[in-house]
T-cell receptor, first 113, second 109 residues
Framework: SAVISQKPSRDICQRGTSLTIQCQVD?????MFWYRQQPGQSLTLIAT?????????ESGFVIDKFPISRPNLTFSTLTVSNMSPEDSSIYLC??????????FGSGTRLTVV | GQNIDQPTEMTATEGAIVQINCTYQ??????LFWYQQHAGEAPTFLSY????GLEEKGRFSSFLSRSKGYSYLLLKELQMKDSASYLC??????????FGKGTRLSVIA
């Protein structure tokens, strides 16, 4: 399966600011997914990042708040914009490599103060 | 709709066996994943079941019954390091995984 490098691993940000999270995959993948995991909760899908087209967002998530880029088949970014304390979560990217074990990035632990 | 149920919390004793159940009702089904997630870390892949039956991998085994919409993860010879959340996730094709809420397992001495 693929290896995904995600950064930053953690950050503490002021409310109203934005943070961009990066994921680099060591092989080409068709789609990448961005998840949010709030404290004590399971993973909630934010959007699917498609190369060459706009991301597809899930209900409750909008492009203005979570803009996503996918410039090529090995890289994607998620920006958390105009942050508030409610955005404090772990953010994870994953790939769709083969039929076994979707691989996750190591996660970004975001705290908004 | 998509619905995946698993117990919220479980406690088991070091050296014992524990079974974590997962039931699912999804609009499509191509397989079921189990992930382990330690606090503050990303999920790591444990198992993937496509066909009915038991898949054994060391101390961990996973079972699937497609007709019953049911799976379980069996952990044997529990160790303290097995204290973690265990996530059940359904795979419906080349689409995002749908996750259950996770089961937080505490292993006690």
């Amino acid at each position: 399966s693929a290896v995904i490098s995600q950064k930053p691993s953690r950050d503490i940000c002021q409310r109203g600011t934005s943070l961009t999270i990066q994921c680099q995959v060591d092989s080409q993948v068709t789609m990448m997914f961005w998840y949010r995991q709030q404290p004590g909760q399971s993973l909630t899908l934010i959007a699917t990042a498609n190369q060459g087209s706009e991301a597809t967002y899930e209900s409750g998530f909008v492009i203005d708040k979570f803009p996503i880029s996918r410039p090529n088949l090995t890289f994607s970014t998620l920006t958390v914009s105009n942050m508030s304390p409610e955005d404090s979560s772990i953010y994870l990217c994953s790939d769709t490599t083969a039929n076994y074990g979707y691989t996750f990035g190591s996660g970004t632990r975001l705290t908004v103060v | 709709g998509q619905n995946i149920d698993q117990p919220t919390e479980m406690t088991a004793t070091e050296g014992a066996i524990v079974q974590i159940n997962c039931t699912y009702q999804t609009s499509g089904f191509n397989g079921l994943f189990w992930y382990q997630q330690h606090a503050g870390e990303a999920p790591t892949f444990l198992s993937y079941n496509v066909l009915d039956g038991l898949e054994e991998k060391g101390r961990f085994s996973s079972f699937l019954s497609r007709s019953k919409g049911y799976s379980y993860l069996l952990l044997k010879e529990l160790q303290m390091k097995d204290s973690a959340s265990y996530l059940c996730a359904v795979y419906s094709g080349n689409t995002p995984l749908v996750f259950g809420k996770g089961t937080r397992l505490s292993v006690i001495a």
